[in-house]
């Protein structure tokens, strides 16, 4: 706990100073068991100069929940230096953030699209030629009459989905050689600017998930901490195309939050049971299958028990009158299901390679 406690502390303070650091993306604390909501559909504010880079929102978890940091363009702490998006990754029965980092090249950020030249993989929104940037103007809302470092290249690129976290349900995706490469080269923490702009998003009621469902009245800012004005951009109400973007489907994983997922227990479909082992070995067979029915029955409990719980509560707001609670009512059962339902493809496909790995290491090797 006092490591922890200290790593801690001293992530903070690489934070607020910007120091160089020789981590990867740092695995920040915290740690929770309810999926993150789809990334909203916006278009990309206007580069207000010269040596801004692109860096895309996302979702972020505070007190009371998730709330969105807007996307927002930021003066690169150093020539030569890109940004990686931080990302959700669901490991050891929770989700948790790695933050974000500059780097001379772009690394592993969960595989997940952003979009505006972040793409799962790499970065093709602009590059470095000595100390200018130059911008994509396929990909990035740059003005030529103020910006005329720009190049057009065009990239064929289709996004198929809004997954914003890493795991079961999301984005199905490791590092590539490359990318690893990427996590051991000089790194800069998150700026002064980037800072400020997580907290000034975090105050800011409008940003929370339960209040605007997804689709933030705040998506995108020209710069950071500037939440009003010209530059301001609103996530859009349709499955549009993202600026300079081929169009969205609008399709959420499963699992995670969306308009088509279960909102309660009742609504989902029965479990559905793993087929029956078949390892060539009679006694591990049996095994397995008791392993598979403990799992399954646990997992009906499970449900059973939260059925109960969202029931009981929505006999409770039925009677209420304030529209808002009842809304916040829903998306925390909607939330609750999301999160029972990612642990429990997480634990069935636990348990799928368990099994898997004995009977591939048991089973005869085939002759040419």
């Given at each position: 706990m006092r490591n922890f406690a200290v790593r801690s502390l001293l992530l903070v303070l690489m934070l607020l100073a910007g120091a160089s650091v020789s981590l990867a993306q740092v695995r920040v604390g915290v740690a929770i068991t309810v999926a993150p909501p789809v990334l909203p559909v916006y278009d990309q504010p206007v580069c207000p100069g010269d040596g801004y880079i692109w860096t895309p929102g996302y979702w972020a978890y505070g007190d009371d929940g998730y709330f969105w940091v807007p996307g927002t363009w930021i003066l690169a702490p150093e020539p030569g230096f890109l940004w990686t998006p931080g990302y959700w990754g669901w490991g050891d029965g929770s989700y948790v953030w790695y933050d974000g980092y500059w780097g001379p090249t772009v690394g592993f950020y969960g595989g997940i699209d952003y979009g505006f030249g972040y793409f799962g993989v790499g970065f093709v929104g602009g590059r470095w030629d000595h100390d200018h940037f130059f911008y994509n103007r396929s990909i990035t809302n740059v003005n030529v009459t103020v910006i005329h470092n720009v190049y057009d290249e065009r990239v064929d690129h289709e996004t198929v989905n809004h997954y914003s976290f890493n795991g079961p349900g999301g984005v199905d995706r490791r590092p590539n050689a490359a990318e690893e490469a990427a996590s051991r080269e000089r790194h800069i923490a998150p700026v002064r600017e980037q800072v400020q702009h997580v907290d000034e998003a975090r105050g800011n009621r409008d940003l929370r998930a339960d209040v605007n469902h997804g689709r933030?009245?705040?998506?995108?800012?020209?710069?950071?901490?500037?939440?009003?004005?010209?530059?301001?951009?609103?996530?859009?109400?349709?499955?549009?195309?993202?600026?300079?973007?081929?169009?969205?489907?609008?399709?959420?994983?499963?699992?995670?939050?969306?308009?088509?997922s279960p909102g309660h227990v009742k609504d989902l479909a029965p479990l559905e049971r793993p087929a029956a082992p078949n390892t060539g070995n009679a006694k591990l067979d049996k095994k397995y299958t008791q392993q598979q029915n403990k799992m399954?029955?646990?997992?009906?409990?499970?449900?059973?028990k939260l059925q109960n719980q969202q029931e009981k509560e929505d006999q409770k707001i039925a009677k209420s009158k304030n529209e808002a609670s009842k809304q916040q009512t829903e998306q925390r059962h909607q939330q609750q299901t999301q999160s029972m339902v990612q642990r429990h493809t997480a634990q069935q496909q636990a348990l799928q390679t368990r099994q898997s790995a004995p009977a591939r290491s048991a089973a005869p090797a085939q002759h040419r």
């Open positions: 933030p009245p705040i998506a995108a800012t020209a710069k950071p901490g500037e939440f009003k004005g010209n530059g301001v951009v609103a996530a859009r109400e349709g499955s549009e195309a993202m600026s300079h973007n081929p169009p969205r489907e609008e399709h959420a994983a499963p699992g995670a939050s969306g308009a088509s399954i029955a646990q997992q009906q409990k499970d449900r059973q």
